[in-house]
């Protein structure tokens, strides 16, 4: 089998570490993938540093997403916001460990979308984010 | 009655096309798209190779056999469908277009404020936004027959909303999804008792099952070409031609014109009105090769064929702990297969079943308020056609069964 499904990510499928909601908290976002329905919501914590002490996210979608979004939340926790606004494709990617086509990388991407959309403050989680 | 099935697949080249090396594509999405047979491919070729000029007005050799191959596979069509006459068979793109057609000819023409539309719940997007973008224009009301939860139509609240006397009935003869046969003239007959002109989407039904436009005696019929082994890019609305007549052009330009002034014109007769400008002449070749094909199968073998089939498939997957089937028994639908696997999103379903070739597709079918419905964002798909075997029907289960031990 391709190593599309790698255990590392049927593994962050099945148990996220990061899965759940934070209240109170400095930043939340969520927004959907219109091609397939999946939904990411990300909340934040942020201390007078700049720097994330707390990151989960909720939601659904396929294996892919949701292993995707717990690496992420899993990445950015100690590290300052100036630096996660710098994150893109690749940084996703790596976590992943993985190549994928254009079709699921949009999965792969939607929880950076959304990270990044609540990092700046936008109303819309648009492609050109994580580019 | 039975299909030569080595034979048939033997027309469709892309049935040998392997996706990765010693892997056999297993096409199992022909409701998304069918595939196309040598006949309609080489009919295509033929017509670029030999035949290829712009059709009507030309005089020289080229443009008359342009045109009357144009026109010839118009009237394979209205046969097809048993239209009255070629006239009342108008070239679209697609159903798509159809359905749009006539919300903005039709529908801008004769509904206003406060009429009342009735559509259906499990209906294609298709049939949904140009009545949300007539609603949003025209102030027109929304009303939408139930699905019930083994997947059919609740006609109890149909005969209800029909008091309220709407103008306009649309509705899916056969359901994307669910695979949903309706009991489609007992919709149209209902809907005229109390005035309603009814329009059918088609998308599915013309390519799997027999349809009769003088026995169903709808007004309106939409349907595309690249769904039953014809190419994309061409499909068909069947009208009435009293309706037809009636109703103003769609597009303006060349073609749909009799006569043009600097500051007016006359509209072309029947069925050039609604086709301005070049139309997409080797497709709608393709498309009379299409039902050619068909027409030589038989639709009563391919429908016999498909029930098969489908029914063997629901059997089989129904005994796959985890999977949820979504839609009635097999004896009410067509070759289509949705359902859920427990703990496994439908995208990972069909990304696993890809790497054994076999396609399925995944999501929400374009038909999002009916998963919203169920409850559920996302379904895996299967669905069947003329080419399909039992065998293919093993692989797909198989590849489930991998899929359950992944996700284990």
Redesign the interface.
Known sequence: ??D??REVI?EHY?NPSYRGKLDPHDISFADNNP?????IQIDLRVDSGGIVTEAMFDG?????S?ASADLLMESIIGKPLEEVKKLNKDSVLELLGIDLGPV?LK?ALLSLKVLKAGVYGLGEASDSLVE | MTLDIEKIRKDFPILERETRPGVRVTYLDSTATSQKPVQVIEAMNDYYRRSNANIHRGVHTLAEEATSMYESAREKIAKFINASSSREVIYTRNTTESINLIAYSWGRANLKTGDLVILTEMEHHSNLVPWHMLQAERGIELEFIPVTEDGLLDLETYKTLLDRRPKLVSFTHMSNVLGTINPAAEIIRMGHEVGAVVLVDGAQSVPHLKVDMQTLDADFYAFSAHKMCGPTGIGALYGKTVLLESMPPFLGGGDMIKEVKLRSFRPNTLPHKFEAGTPAIAEAVGFGAAVDYLSTVGMERIAAHEHEVTEYALDRLEEIPGVKLFGPSADKKGGVAAFTLEG?????VA??LD?DGIAVR???HCA?PL?EKFGI??TSRASFYLYNTKEEVDLLVSGIYKVKE??G
Do not use: E, N, S, T
């Open positions: 089998m391709d599309l499904y049927i099945k091609l397939c329905g999946d939904h659904h979608g396929c294996a892919i949701q699921r999965c | 496994v999103h439908p995208h990972d990304q696993i790497q995944a999501g929400h999002q998963h964002p996302a992944m996700f």
